[in-house]
């Protein structure tokens, strides 16, 4: 059974609960009668994220309520044949159709404005950001298929900002698909990413997408690789620390860190710390660099830098190290993921100083701010069950729902 959401059922059926019309929905929201139309016959499969926000506003529910039922994504799961379906028909349809997108958007009539691509890239980031993968995963058809759209209808002065909104979206759709180990189809969206990211003329974009293919090569060990291709594409994008915008050089930054990552695991050490040396320079330029869109991998600052030197230290056994880098690192700073894995690492080094009380504090702190990410993480899996090896008598019962809740067996 494929798990693709009715949009047209839940809407209807959100709207006789709300005790609407479809024209009394249609003034409300601001959306016409005729798309509200095509949406609850089926004549339309979805239409664009900002449609959507309109309508789910109007009803006083989340937009993600108009998806549902979302796909439910059991870690360690390789049978993805349903809940990834539409996502694999839209980043690789079969090359004999022509014309329209797998996704049918009813308010396709409209051409799609850059102000809404862009709200609709947000909207798919923030699910990314709040490891709402699930909710990513249904909707990005259709934000996909919108930005596909203005690709097609941009004017030649839009045409890159258009393919920038794509880029941007394909990268985001990777970022959640490694989140979900689903590595073939996600390396697939970052070959779409960095194509998308040439047509806009933006070698900033391609180094973005190239900092998301470092850190999924880096996950499934292909050191080398993983290594050469940020190195590469830092020594091709370099900045001057003093001249150039204080995007480029974080993410000049982002791709010295990577090649540190990459190079440790791989016992380079000499490479690793070069690329570490440039990477805290990045960050004392960049420190406080926010970027003004949802561009991948540019917030940077010393404490990121700090971040990623407590993986590494552990990465080489040395905990105790770790614990006093990580002392340097505050609990406001970001990006959110990068925070999160590096207190998989802080816990991690507790167990090994044999603080197991630390560690397991350390783990139900993220299991009560990052749920959703948590459960993925096969480093917190691992952790868990180290701490239950190290209780010789009863196990507490927080460490056992936390267990539970990781379907962690002893």
């Known amino acids: 059974m494929i798990t693709m959401p009715s949009i047209g059922d839940n809407l209807a059926r959100l709207r006789r609960r709300a005790g609407f019309t479809q024209e009394n929905l249609a003034e409300r929201s601001t959306v016409s009668v005729s798309v509200i139309r095509k949406l609850e016959r089926g004549d339309r499969d979805s239409a664009s994220l900002p449609t959507l926000r309109k309508l789910a506003t109007a009803l006083d529910v989340t937009t993600v309520a108009l998806f549902h039922p979302v796909p439910r994504f059991a870690p360690g799961n390789t049978d993805d044949r349903d809940d990834l379906y539409v996502m694999r028909r839209v980043l690789q349809p079969a090359r004999a159709l022509s014309g329209g997108g797998v996704v049918t958007l009813a308010d396709d009539e409209d051409a799609p404005s850059s102000t809404d691509v862009w709200q609709s890239v947000r909207e798919i980031n923030g699910m990314f950001r709040d490891s709402d993968y699930a909710a990513g995963v249904a909707a990005l058809p259709t934000a996909i298929t919108y930005a596909r759209a203005a690709t097609s209808a941009a004017p030649e002065p839009h045409q890159a900002t258009a393919w920038e909104q794509l880029a941007q979206t394909y990268q985001t759709a990777a970022m959640i698909l490694i989140q979900l180990r689903k590595d073939d189809l996600a390396y697939y969206a970052l070959g779409l990413a960095i194509d998308a990211a040439h047509q806009a003329g933006s070698d900033m974009l391609v180094a973005s997408a190239v900092c998301s293919e470092n850190w999924l090569l880096t996950r499934q060990a292909r050191f080398n690789e993983a290594e050469r291709a940020a190195l590469a594409t830092a020594e091709a994008i370099e900045p001057s620390l003093t001249r150039s915008p204080q995007s480029d050089i974080a993410t000049w930054g982002w791709l010295n ?27 004392h330029v960049a420190v406080g660099y926010r970027s003004p869109h949802v561009t991948h991998w540019t917030t940077f600052s010393p404490a990121v830098v700090a971040m990623r030197e407590v993986e590494l230290a552990m990465v080489t056994g040395d905990a105790g190290r770790a614990l006093k880098a990580a002392r340097s690192v505050p609990s406001s700073a970001r990006p959110a993921i990068t925070y999160q894995r590096f207190r998989l690492d802080v816990a991690a080094a507790h167990i090994e100083r044999r603080h197991h009380d630390e560690a397991l504090d350390v783990l139900l702190q993220l299991r009560a701010t990052a749920a959703g990410w948590l459960r993925y993480q096969r480093y917190a899996h691992t952790l868990t069950s180290r701490l239950l090896r190290s209780r010789a008598r009863a196990i507490p019962l927080e460490l056992r729902d936390l267990a539970d809740f990781l379907d962690v067996s002893d």
Do not use: E
């Not at 990459?262 to 570490?276: E, F, I, Q």
């Open 257 to 283: 860190l990577g090649a540190a990552a990459a190079a440790t695991r791989n016992n380079r050490m000499d490479v690793a710390m070069d690329s570490l040396r440039r990477a805290r320079a990045a960050a």
